[in-house]
């Protein structure tokens, strides 16, 4: 796949981001996981119950601590990073005396300060598809370099199905600064993703695709709908 260097201003897209997920975090206080991520750390164990070795994982925006938990659940020595420092302050709140709790981070995780070929797992949920594409690949390449070899990580994203694809200022390839008709979206960057861009991104960055799957729902007496894909990938060098 090939992709342009973004001409956007990324520190700003940035700053919003981070703006909009502190409101968030104060009003969605999020304690049950994803079942995406169960199933996805399910399967790893399932794949290596001989494996009793200590592995380490990492959760990339980890918000309300709720996939930390799950992390710890499965052996994990549980890390994780987050643009919101309130975020931080909550989660070692809640689980700094469990023997699997591991690194907070508050920042920008390309900046994280974490060593490469560190973690068995990564979780990356509902973090990426806020850059444009060209900065979603190099997050992804950012993610490999994290993950062992062998190493997995499950992460999401955007299709263009959803309810408020498209209301806004179209940036650049699927990039859209979003208007108030995307109501509690409104001021956010948003990228939507085809299903051959994702399996493209998934391959240029250096990973192996394991399993994809899409995911629709709808909400608010079925009058939005919400669509997502569910990636699951391995670094194999």
Not at 25 to 52: D, G, T, W
């Amino acid at each position: 796949m090939s992709t342009n260097s973004s001409i956007l201003n990324i520190s700003a897209i940035n700053a919003q981001n981070q703006s909009f997920a502190a409101k968030e975090l104060a009003k969605h206080k999020l304690n049950y996981p994803s079942e995406h991520i169960v199933r996805f750390l399910s399967r790893i164990r399932a794949n290596n119950i001989n494996n009793q070795e200590s592995k380490e994982g990492l959760d990339i925006g980890f918000g309300s601590g709720q996939h930390l938990q799950l992390l710890m659940d499965f052996g994990y020595k549980a890390s994780g990073i987050e643009l919101v420092s309130e975020a931080g302050d909550r989660v070692k709140e809640l689980y700094q005396q469990n023997p699997l709790f591991g690194d907070i981070v508050i920042g920008d995780f390309r900046n994280s300060g974490f060593s490469e070929n560190k973690f068995d797992v990564v979780i990356c949920w509902g973090v990426v598809f806020l850059r444009p594409i060209a900065e979603i690949l190099t997050d992804l390449k950012f993610i490999l370099k994290l993950i062992c070899p062998g190493g997995q990580l499950c992460i999401n994203f955007r299709t263009k199905d959803n309810w408020f694809y498209g209301l806004g200022k179209k940036l650049e390839n699927e990039h859209f600064l979003l208007d108030e008709r995307a109501g509690a979206y409104a001021g956010f960057h948003y990228t939507f993703l085809d299903e051959i861009t994702v399996r493209d991104l998934i391959k240029e960055a250096g990973f192996q695709l394991e399993n994809l799957e899409r995911w629709d729902w709808h909400k608010n007496n079925m009058k939005e709908k919400h669509s997502w894909w569910i990636v699951c990938c391995k670094r194999i060098n």
